[in-house]
């Protein structure tokens, strides 16, 4: 079992930046991890991946040039630098986790992770 806890969500004026943190604890070893949000009314949205060594990344096109997703392993910590942070970026933000079953991709967009963390609420004002 792997238990993640995030942390850094808060209310910023547009134009502003946070940064996101998750911590795994638990079997850590080889996890690829994403970063997910879900806005009011809509549905759970894949925002970025990093593979299991931090080689790969990839992102949604609309925080493309904005975010940064990395980790530090040895933390057990993944973060969500986000800067130039927009209205529309409001919504509660998970953090994922699934076993990289040696694939060192990035899976952005797919739903298949097993481990969520329980959210964190980010509101940007304009």
């Known amino acids: 079992q792997v238990q993640l806890v995030e942390s850094g969500g808060g209310l910023v004026q547009a134009g502003g930046s946070l940064r996101l943190s998750c911590v795994a604890s638990g079997r850590t070893f080889s996890l690829s991890m994403g970063w997910f949000r879900q806005a009011p009314g809509k549905e759970r949205e894949s925002v970025a991946a990093?593979?299991?060594?931090?080689?790969?990344?990839d992102y949604t096109d609309s925080v493309k040039g904005r975010f940064t997703i990395s980790r530090d392993n040895a933390k057990n910590t993944v973060y969500l630098q986000m800067n130039s942070l927009k209205a529309e970026d409001t919504a509660v933000y998970y953090c994922?986790?699934?076993?990289?079953?040696?694939?060192?991709?990035?899976?952005?967009?797919?739903?298949?992770?097993?481990?969520w963390g329980q959210g964190t609420q980010v509101t940007v004002s304009s």
């Open positions: 994922a986790a699934r076993p990289s079953r040696g694939s060192s991709r990035a899976f952005i967009g797919d739903l298949g992770y097993d481990y």
């Open positions: 990093i593979s299991w060594s931090g080689v790969t990344t």
